[in-house]
């Protein structure tokens, strides 16, 4: 697996965490459900199938009883997604967050559904209900869609499979059928450490976004000097934005910092098309709400608002998006669907070549 930081480059201003990863915040867990399976004409229901699931889970515990402080952003809302609503009413995330394919959401939402009812058998009974958050990209030009082929199982390896530590890239999880700028897409991740605080922010994108023309690496305009590479047609993109960070943020803070994933998205050349469903989910594991609290009055940390630690998790955020983003397209390799449609890799050492000639290198 190719990262951007292989090729030599050191992106941004602030460093990146151990892994590089939305896993270096502490306690956030990732896990991966693949499934890739035959080829040739699309048979609908059988496939070809180039699709997934991707879980980000915000702690080890169960979400229920823990909740997070969370916010959502909706750049672009040309999309699927699913437990929005109540993460702007209420400002916390109760359940994993899963990302998958743009017709499989209700799918998945009933699967991860039936994971939580297991994992909390007072749900509707004695206690409220759960609200399951779902995000999507189209892989419909690689894959079967229309055949939804994700089951619960897969969402329950997804989730049960999630840890720590490095984290697959590329041709995987939710990302395994997806495409950027016209070159193969997916999963990608990074990380920044803010300076004194020793906070971190956490990026995980699910990249389907984007036309060749428009994509710029480290401001080098990379898509129109790689017009010539093999170029399939332009899909109607998405792209999901998960973020993540130790800091005790509540759920406005949280929605300033979700907006700025936009400021990253842009940096890598996109103008959000009018069919892309852009949308940014930010969590905080340092601001845990119980879901049975033992006192009525809740008291918990809070960053101040100040700006000069503001403007770090600000630029942390679009440092780290526009890393994963990066990431999410180095680590991708050519990939066959059904029809025979192909998405190439972006070629890395033409990317060096150009980075080289334009000192980026």
Same mark, same amino acid.
Not at 220 to 248: F, K, T, W, Y
Not at 338 to 350: C, K, T, W, Y
């Given at each position: 697996m190719r ?6 480059v050191?992106?941004?201003?602030l ?7 939305? +896993?270096d *915040? $502490?306690?956030?867990?990732v896990?991966?459900?693949t499934l890739?399976r035959?080829?040739?004409?699309l048979? =609908?229901?059988v ?5 997934g699931?991707?879980?980000v889970?915000?702690?080890?515990g169960?979400?229920h009883?823990?909740k997070?402080? !969370? ?5 672009n809302g040309?999309g699927k997604? @699913?437990g929005? =609503?109540?993460?702007?009413e209420?400002?916390s995330?109760e359940? $994993?967050?899963l ?6 959401v209700?799918r998945?939402?009933?699967a991860?559904?039936s ?6 058998p007072? %749900?509707a009974?004695?206690t409220? +209900?759960v609200n399951c958050?779902?995000g999507?990209?189209n ?6 869609a229309r055949?939804r082929h994700?089951? $619960?199982?897969?969402?329950?390896? !997804?989730i049960?499979?999630?840890s720590?530590?490095? &984290? !697959? =890239?590329g041709?995987v999880?939710?990302?395994?059928? +997806? ?5 193969k897409g997916?999963i990608? +991740? !990074?990380s ?7 906070y971190? &922010?956490?990026a995980? *994108?699910?990249a389907?976004?984007? #036309?060749?023309?428009e994509l710029?690496?480290l401001g &080098?305009?990379?898509?129109? /000097?790689?017009?010539?590479?093999? @170029?399939?047609r ?5 792209? @999901? %934005?998960?973020l993540a960070?130790?800091?005790p ?6 929605t300033?910092? /979700? #907006?700025r994933a936009?400021l990253?998205?842009?940096?890598t050349?996109?103008?959000s098309?009018?069919?892309s469903?852009?949308f ?10 119980p ?5 009525l009055?809740?008291q918990s940390?809070?960053l ?5 630690i503001l403007?770090?998790?600000f630029?942390?955020t ?9 990431n999410a397209?180095l680590?991708?390799e050519t990939m ?11 070629p890395?050492?033409r990317?060096? =070549? ?8």
């Amino acid at each position: 697996m190719r990262r951007l930081r292989d090729l030599g480059v050191e992106p941004g201003r602030l460093p990146p965490g151990r892994h590089n990863a939305i +896993t270096d *915040v $502490p306690g956030v867990r990732v896990g991966h459900t693949t499934l890739i399976r035959g080829e040739g004409p699309l048979q =609908e229901g059988v496939g070809p199938v180039r699709t997934g699931v991707t879980a980000v889970l915000p702690h080890g515990g169960n979400t229920h009883r823990d909740k997070v402080a !969370a916010a959502v952003y909706s750049f672009n809302g040309y999309g699927k997604v @699913m437990g929005f =609503e109540q993460i702007r009413e209420r400002g916390s995330l109760e359940t $994993p967050v899963l990302l998958t394919s743009n017709l499989s959401v209700a799918r998945a939402g009933d699967a991860l559904m039936s994971y939580m009812l297991r994992q909390n058998p007072d %749900i509707a009974l004695t206690t409220g +209900t759960v609200n399951c958050v779902v995000g999507e990209c189209n892989d419909g030009m690689l894959s079967d869609a229309r055949g939804r082929h994700i089951r $619960p199982e897969h969402v329950f390896a !997804a989730i049960d499979g999630a840890s720590g530590g490095p &984290v !697959a =890239e590329g041709n995987v999880g939710g990302g395994t059928g +997806t495409t950027c700028y016209q070159f193969k897409g997916g999963i990608g +991740t !990074a990380s920044r450490r803010l300076p004194d605080e020793g906070y971190v &922010v956490g990026a995980l *994108v699910q990249a389907n976004h984007g #036309k060749r023309e428009e994509l710029l690496v480290l401001g &080098v305009p990379v898509g129109l /000097a790689l017009a010539d590479v093999e @170029m399939p047609r332009h899909n109607p993109g998405s792209i @999901m %934005i998960v973020l993540a960070s130790d800091a005790p943020l509540d759920a406005l803070q949280l929605t300033r910092v /979700a #907006k700025r994933a936009a400021l990253g998205l842009a940096r890598t050349g996109t103008v959000s098309h009018d069919q892309s469903g852009d949308f940014f989910i930010a969590f905080a594991t340092g601001t845990r709400i119980p879901h049975e609290p033992e006192d009525l009055l809740f008291q918990s940390p809070r960053l101040h608002d100040r700006s000069d630690i503001l403007d770090w998790l600000f630029l942390a955020t679009v440092e780290a998006v526009e890393e994963a983003i990066l990431n999410a397209l180095l680590a991708a390799e050519t990939m066959t669907g059904r029809d025979g449609l192909r998405a190439p890799a972006l070629p890395p050492d033409r990317l060096c =070549e150009l980075l080289r000639r334009h000192g980026r290198l």
